[in-house]
């Protein structure tokens, strides 16, 4: 929580980012007056960080055709497809990227925007097999292959499994299961609220939006990390807020900074979302979030069940958010 002597701090950066959230997307305003404001708190408070690197931002090695490629996985009754293993990136000391191979090289993936897709392993002296979803990375366009970033967790089966896996080596997947159906514009501004590895299916819609010259959404991210080397896609995130500086703002929180940390320190709180969100009067705005259990106990409460949002409660439900405002991955 804020000391008093912050919430003067405060105003300057309210009516700063309400301006951003108002304002028309082919606006060509400055951001002279956000950067010194959150370089004034990040010494008085450290609870903001816009960044601001990187250069253009681009979809990969994704290869038009004016036929559209057939997808791997196809959903419904196809089953399960069993992907070979082609390589695995160490991304820091607990995290890895996964690429997986598709029999066809001119396959996609089949996923959509805001979808998952299953994993299953059976061990050999389990009864029943482990099944848990994944979000890829990669792009939805890209053919021949779709990555995973997967943090592996102590007595996590699947993760475990998956950090032990060597190239050539099988694993099966399903899917694509459709979260959120999105198309262009169906919200004016959109929050991604995400801890951790829940970072992955709100990149995966930041990228489409952007992607997508037809969609003009503003995107606001405020993602939590427990260090630096925890923030997941960073690099990708400051490609796209340098690339559409109109359209989208990062904040980034560290419970455990290191000493020159400009951003956000601690966990994130109502005083952070109440100035950096959309206010919940504005029209066709929408908050989703995705993260550990803490998170959504303190943001806005948990799922009851895949297809049972629950009850909105949390710092959002305290900020004015209705129900219908938020989406919980």
């Not at 606006?27 to 008085?44: E, M, P, W």
């Not at 080596?169 to 399903?174: A, G, P, S």
């Not at 419970?255 to 952070?272: M, R, S």
Request: charged share 20%; net charge positive; hydrophobic share 35%.
């Amino acid at each position: 929580m804020f000391a008093r002597s912050s919430f003067s701090a405060l105003q300057p950066l309210r009516n700063t980012v309400r301006r951003y959230a108002t304002e028309s997307s082919s606006s060509g305003s400055s951001n002279t007056i956000l950067y010194a404001t959150l370089g004034a708190l990040a010494c008085g408070g450290g609870y903001y960080y816009y960044s601001k690197s990187g250069k253009s931002a681009t979809p990969g090695n994704v290869v038009p055709s004016s036929t559209p490629p057939s997808a791997c996985l196809t959903g419904g009754d196809q089953g399960w497809v069993g992907l070979k293993l082609a390589s695995v990136e160490n991304i820091n000391h607990n995290t890895k990227k996964f690429r997986f191979e598709f029999p066809d090289k001119d396959n996609v993936s089949g996923m959509h925007i805001t979808s998952a897709l299953l994993t299953k392993f059976k061990g050999p002296e389990m009864q029943k097999p482990v099944i848990r979803p994944y979000t890829p990375v990669s792009d939805e366009d890209q053919c021949g292959y779709l990555d995973l970033i997967v943090k592996v967790y102590p007595n996590g089966p699947m993760s475990e499994h998956m950090h032990s896996m060597i190239p050539g080596q099988q694993l099966d997947f399903k899917g694509p299961l459709t979260k959120y159906p999105w198309v262009a514009n169906k919200h004016s501004h959109i929050t991604l609220i995400a801890g951790g590895t829940g970072i992955t299916p709100m990149y995966q819609l930041a990228r489409a939006i952007f992607k997508n010259p037809e969609d003009k959404t503003k995107v606001t991210l405020v993602f939590g990390n427990i260090a630096e080397e925890d923030i997941l896609l960073k690099k990708e995130f400051q490609e796209l807020e340098n690339t559409y500086p109109q359209r989208f703002r990062a904040f980034y929180l560290l419970d455990n900074p290191p000493k020159d940390w400009a951003g956000g320190k601690g966990f994130i709180t109502k005083e952070l979302l109440k100035t950096v969100l959309p206010e919940p009067k504005e029209q066709n705005i929408k908050v989703f979030v995705c993260g550990p259990p803490g998170l959504y106990k303190a943001v806005s409460g948990g799922k009851v069940s895949p297809t049972d949002q629950g009850e909105l409660t949390g710092i959002l439900k305290d900020l004015g958010y209705s129900k219908d405002q938020v989406f919980k991955f």
